[in-house]
């Protein structure tokens, strides 16, 4: 059997790691490689990501790059089509939500190669997401749905999908926190920034909500000015929010702020070294709500929703959408969290990926 894992952008690396360890360990039985669309390029973005996570040099990269939605999701549809002529897998593993995913679903489903789709049954309800379309897509003509959480299975039954193609596996990029917490801890990153355990904050910002715009971006910044006169904060910024930053010329306000370190985005050790060391987390991305939910720590989530409801069950997510108030008494909450006693999700157990190799073996 011939399987390709696709990644393309960040949070694509952390769940496809596992997964190729895994898959790799049964190679008696199952070819596998790896399709690298290109869509995130720059070393901190993408390739950081392979050298420490131990993922081979991917087998095609097509380097689609940055563009519009349409014509990113074109070029990974035309590229990607070129490899499954050449080589065709019987099976296509995508993860996530991105363009790359759907892009590369849709053109596999039409070649009659099966998708199946890692992180399924999520769902924001917000069709103002790009993510929320590529997901409701991709579920829809994925052959297996591998959920995370529990809400995912809700979804997909709530949408009429077939059960017998749905589990509950738990969660590839939980997997990777297991894997190298040891090491994740050992690396004392946050050190080197001059910064004190349990004392700063760690922010990242990239979803076009709340950096496409000078008005959203200025709420931020009174925010932040607000936030650090009460701890340090470290902002490993997205290319996307530093680029909008710099052409709403508020690149000065930011700077101006005392106590705010903005930072170039770091790889994936440094990244969760300031995130274990932190007092608490302000952040709009998805697996950041999931990994702090693993770790116990607390999340301020600046988004109006989230597709991960189980990280609000748990108690260490709050989703405060970008209301200036809301989130000054959400930075007062994280002051009174207690991390004492608190257990993980169970499902998330470092053991999801072997459970998708099992499933694929005996499919
Ligand atoms: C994408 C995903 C989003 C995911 C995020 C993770 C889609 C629709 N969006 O958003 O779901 O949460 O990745 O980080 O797939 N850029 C660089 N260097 C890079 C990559 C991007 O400078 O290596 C800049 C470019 O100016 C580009 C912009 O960032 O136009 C946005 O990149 P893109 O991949 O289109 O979307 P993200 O915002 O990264
Ligand atoms: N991450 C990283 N370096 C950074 C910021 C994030 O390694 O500077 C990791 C983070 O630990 C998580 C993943 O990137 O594993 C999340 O990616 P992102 O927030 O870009 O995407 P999303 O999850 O929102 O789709």
Redesign the pocket.
């Known amino acids: 059997m011939k399987i390709f894992l696709v990644g393309g ?3 694509n690396f952390m769940k496809i790691a596992p997964l190729y360890r895994e898959l790799k360990k049964k190679s008696d039985l199952i070819e596998t490689k790896i399709i690298h669309t290109g ?4 070393y901190s ?2 390739k950081v990501f392979f050298e420490q996570l131990g993922l081979a040099e991917p087998d095609y990269y097509l380097n689609v790059g ?1 563009a519009s ?1 349409a014509t ?1 999701t074109a070029n990974i549809m035309m590229a990607v089509e070129k490899v499954f002529e050449q080589d065709k897998p019987d099976w296509l593993f995508v993860v996530g ?3 790359s995913t759907i892009a590369c679903s849709l053109t596999a489903v039409k070649m009659g190669i099966k998708v199946a789709h890692v992180e399924a049954g999520l769902r924001s309800f917000d069709m103002d997401m ?2 929320e379309i ?1 997901r409701i897509l991709t579920d829809r003509i994925s052959s297996l749905l591998l959920c995370s959480e529990p809400s995912g299975i809700k979804n997909l039954r709530a949408e009429g999908y077939d059960m017998g193609k749905i589990f509950l596996v738990g969660n590839t990029m939980i997997d990777t926190v297991a894997f190298h917490l040891a090491d994740i801890k050992k690396n004392d990153f946050y050190k080197t920034l001059d910064l004190k355990a349990n004392s700063y904050a760690c922010l990242t910002l ?1 979803r ?1 909500s709340n950096v496409d715009n000078a008005d959203s971006l200025l709420n931020f910044y009174n925010i932040l000015d607000y936030a650090a006169k009460e701890s340090e904060i470290v902002f490993p910024a ?3 929010t530093v ?1 909008n930053i710099e052409k709403f010329g508020l690149k000065e306000k930011f700077d101006s702020i005392k106590n705010l370190k903005i930072i170039e985005p770091v790889g994936y050790f440094e990244f969760m070294n300031l995130v274990v060391n932190s007092k608490f987390i302000m952040t709009d ?2 697996g950041i709500q999931e990994e702090t939910t693993f770790l116990g720590i607390p999340c301020i989530t600046l988004r109006e929703n989230t597709e991960r409801p189980i990280t609000c069950d748990k108690g260490t997510n709050k989703v405060v959408g970008t209301d200036f108030n809301k989130v000054v008494s959400a930075i007062k909450w994280t002051e009174v969290f207690s991390r004492s006693y608190y257990i993980a999700p169970l499902i998330w157990d470092g053991y999801a990926a072997e459970r998708i190799t099992e499933i694929i073996v005996n499919y």
């Open positions: 952008a960040r949070p869509q995130h390029y720059d973005m993408s940055s939605h990113q939500d991105v363009n790009p993510e590529n990239h076009p997205h290319p996307r680029k991305s998805g």
